[in-house]
C-alpha cells in the first residue's frame, strides 16, 4: 500500500465521531473509576460504606458547610458520578449529561480551588475534564440535527 492510499484511507475516517466516543467514554470511565475507588474496588477490598478518608476529603472542602450536611454532600456526589458516568459510557442523553458533568466538575474544580488553592484542581485535571465535557456538550451532530436536540454521539 502506497502512502497516498493509506493518508486516503486515515482522512476518510470519521474523526470528529471517534473524538466525541473517544472522550465520552474516557469522561464517563473517570467518574466510575473515582467511584470504584471511594469503594476499595481498585484495592480489592470492596465495603457498601464511603470510605472515611472521602468523607474526610468531603469535608474539608466543604468546611462552610454544617458537619450534619457532610454525609449528604458525600453520598449526593457519588450518585451523581455514577449516574454521569453510566450515562455517559452508553451513550444515554448525551448532551444534556455531558453538560451536566462539566457543570459537577466545574463544581468541584471550584469547591477544590476555594479549599486547596489552584495546585489541587489544576493536578487532577478537573478543569480540563470540565472544558472537555463542555466541549462535548457543544458539539453539533454532524447530521443537520439542531444543535439543542439530544442525538447519539
Request: glycine letters at 10%; zero cysteines.
Amino acid at each position: 500500500m502506497n502512502e497516498t492510499s493509506v493518508l486516503h484511507r486515515i482522512q476518510g475516517l470519521p474523526w470528529e465521531r471517534i473524538a466525541t466516543v473517544y472522550a465520552r467514554i474516557a469522561l464517563g470511565a473517570a467518574f466510575l473509576s473515582a467511584v470504584a475507588g471511594r469503594f476499595g474496588v481498585w484495592r480489592g477490598q470492596i465495603r457498601p460504606e464511603l470510605s472515611a478518608n472521602f468523607m474526610k476529603h468531603t469535608a474539608e472542602l466543604n468546611s462552610f458547610m454544617p458537619a450534619a450536611a457532610i454525609p449528604f454532600l458525600a453520598w449526593a456526589a457519588t450518585a451523581a458520578e455514577v449516574s454521569l458516568g453510566v450515562a455517559l459510557v452508553f451513550g444515554v442523553w448525551p448532551r444534556r449529561v455531558a453538560f451536566g458533568a462539566a457543570g459537577l466538575l466545574a463544581l468541584f474544580g471550584t469547591t477544590m480551588l476555594i479549599a486547596e488553592g489552584p495546585k489541587s484542581p489544576l493536578d487532577y485535571s478537573v478543569f480540563s475534564a470540565s472544558a472537555g465535557a463542555l466541549l462535548l456538550g457543544l458539539r453539533g451532530s454532524g447530521r443537520g440535527a439542531s444543535r439543542s436536540a439530544d442525538v447519539p454521539l
